[in-house]
């Protein structure tokens, strides 16, 4: 069964700061790995999907890579701002079903 | 894009009477839906997955009888929470595949927040 694990669990950094939030799982045969954006109270908003074949992609300040041999993924964010502030959700999709587990998420805060 | 809508977006009630939340695909047909639920401060965690015509497939720990899902057309899955407990109070999140998107592509609702008073 897939496990998702994410570090760390809450990161507060000032403006301006390129910052790295990690994500691991256990099963490697995964259709995709996806990294998602929650405020609070609120619903998901989507950020990036790397499928298995690919190693990285990216939008705007946003980079996300996917190391399948070693169960990780990271969620670059390049020079950060107070609106960055949320959770950051990683998801693997894997499974005959094709679920999608979530981690516990990283709270990230972006001091002024 | 692919568009799913859940209603409502938040509901409170008393202890002991019964929720029902939708969700719907507005813009494709989705045979497979699911259901996750949100405590504060924690991940989602998937409850059951829907499938239309057939009975849903739950999580172990899910209580069947207490989380009915009900998928009845290829466009709207139900998500009816029984006698419904101040534990139960929690943010209710469905998903759904667009075949258009391709079999590894979910789209979020906005999610349901039950409060059980």
């Known amino acids: 069964k897939q496990e998702v694990t994410q570090i760390p669990a809450a990161l507060s950094v000032p403006e301006g700061e390129n910052l790295v939030l990690n994500c691991s799982f256990t099963?490697?045969?995964?259709?995709?790995l996806q990294w998602f954006r929650q405020d609070p109270g609120k619903g998901l908003t989507s950020l990036l999907l790397?499928?298995?074949?690919?190693r990285e992609q990216t939008s705007g300040r946003l980079n996300a890579s996917l190391d399948k041999s070693s169960g990780r993924s990271t969620l670059y964010i390049a020079a950060s701002q107070p609106g960055d502030s949320a959770t950051y959700l990683c998801?693997?999709?894997?499974?005959?079903?094709?679920?999608?587990?979530f981690g516990s998420g990283t709270q990230l805060t972006v001091l002024p | 894009g692919a568009v799913v809508s859940q209603h409502p977006s938040w509901v409170i009630c008393k202890s002991g009477t019964s929720v029902k939340i939708e969700c719907r695909s507005l813009?494709?047909?989705?045979?497979?839906m699911f259901w996750y639920r949100q405590f504060p401060k924690q991940s989602l965690m998937l409850m059951a997955t829907?499938?239309?015509?057939?009975?849903?497939?739950?999580e172990q720990g899910v209580e069947k009888d207490k989380f009915l899902i009900n998928h009845a057309s290829l466009t709207l899955s139900t998500l009816t929470v029984t006698s419904a407990h101040p534990e139960d109070s929690s943010f209710y999140i469905c998903?759904?595949?667009?075949?258009?998107?391709?079999?590894?592509?979910?789209?979020f609702g906005a999610g349901s927040r039950l409060t059980v008073l």
């Open positions: 813009d494709f047909q989705a045979t497979t």
């Open positions: 998903s759904a595949r667009d075949p258009a998107s391709g079999a590894n592509v979910l789209t």
């Open positions: 790397i499928q298995s074949s690919q």
């Open positions: 829907s499938n239309e015509g057939s009975k849903a497939t739950y």
């Open positions: 099963d490697s045969a995964i259709y995709n």
């Open positions: 998801a693997g999709l894997s499974g005959s079903a094709r679920q999608l587990t």
